[in-house]
């Protein structure tokens, strides 16, 4: 399994309403992509001084699962709403061995 984690800092001018409407398009990717086996988003609980606001946790079954999410239509409409007000995106994509 492939472990995809993005967490993200957004310029201010990002509304409160602009981040929830995001993040309900995120929440509905699952049910778009079938390669996504499963996602979770959130916003950080604690801020602290190293601490993003938002972050994403999406599980795959291979890199070809994430290369397709990657490319579909409703990942680039998210993309198209983050891009212009993140600040700051940190991305890693592991393996979970054993998993599938």
Do not use: C
């Amino acid at each position: 399994m492939i472990r995809h984690v993005a967490v993200f800092r957004f310029v201010p001018e990002f509304t409160s309403e602009q981040r929830e409407h995001w993040m309900r398009l995120l929440r509905r990717l699952p049910e778009q992509i079938p390669e996504l086996r499963g996602l979770s988003v959130g916003t950080d609980v604690l801020g602290g001084p190293a601490s993003h606001e938002m972050a994403i946790v999406a599980d795959f079954d291979d890199l070809e699962g994430l290369d397709a999410y990657n490319r579909h239509p409703a990942h680039q409409e998210v993309l198209r709403i983050s891009g212009p007000v993140k600040a700051s995106l940190a991305t890693v994509d592991f393996e979970i061995p054993g998993e599938s």
